[in-house]
């Protein structure tokens, strides 16, 4: 069985600085990880994925996470925070290529001061 | 645009209405899905679909019934809907495959917020 903790449900940095939103997982198989980010009044859209090729993925918008299978992590970093990103994020894990048993974390909803 | 398209956007319904939510896929994808989203909850799927038939009822109730036609288009009809039922309502479609580490990613509509009274 899997599933995907994402520790704090808010979390507020000051603009330009680093973002870190976690999430741990557990998999009984080498799982496919994503991190989705939602906009207001919007869907969910894929902001990046791991499927084993590197342990560090680059995804759009400067945001990056490192796999580390030790820590059964899947934490979503970025160095310099804009207004703009603030949105909900969610982390996601699959046990198979498709998307059909991806499961979903509760979010972490991402506040950005000025 | 993500290639999902949803309709209504916004529905207000009586808990004695009968309404239907639709969803178009523009993706050439063969898996499309139904995911439930409210306030302080996770995700919830629904329902998938793959290839037309239903792969999968996450123990859904009776008055919620989906319909998928063919791959390109998803319809979620609701019928005596509780307000605890209000909630965003979101399509999703992917392009699957049996076998290798593709990963494939699930593209989501923008939802259609649903409002029960």
């Known amino acids: 069985a899997q599933s995907v903790t994402q520790l704090g449900s808010h979390v507020s940095v000051s603009e330009g600085a680093l973002v870190l939103l976690r999430c741990n997982y557990s998999s009984s198989v080498p799982p496919y990880l994503f991190w989705y980010v939602q906009y207001p009044n919007q869907g969910l859209q894929l902001l990046l994925k791991?499927?084993?090729?590197?342990?560090l993925v680059k995804g759009i918008n400067g945001f990056e996470a490192e796999f580390k299978k030790s820590e059964t992590s899947f934490h979503l970093t970025k160095p310099s925070a804009h207004m703009s990103d603030a949105a909900e994020y969610f982390c996601a894990v699959s046990d198979r290529p498709g998307g059909f048993k991806t499961i979903f974390g509760a979010g972490t909803r991402l506040f950005v001061k000025a | 645009e993500t290639g999902v398209t949803q309709t209504p956007r916004h529905l207000v319904m009586g808990m004695t209405n009968k309404k239907s939510l639709k969803c178009e896929q523009h993706l050439g994808h063969n898996a499309m899905y139904w995911y439930k989203q409210s306030a302080k909850k996770p995700l919830e799927l629904m329902f998938v679909y793959n290839f037309k038939e239903q792969t999968e009822n996450n123990s859904v109730p009776s008055r919620f019934s989906p319909e998928c036609p063919n791959s390109s288009h998803l319809f979620l009809h609701l019928h005596t809907l509780q307000p605890e039922d209000s909630a965003l309502y979101l399509c999703a479609s992917s392009q699957d495959r049996a076998g290798g580490r593709t990963g494939n990613t699930i593209y989501f509509g923008e939802g259609s917020w649903l409002t029960v009274v």
């Open positions: 791991y499927t084993s090729a590197a342990t």
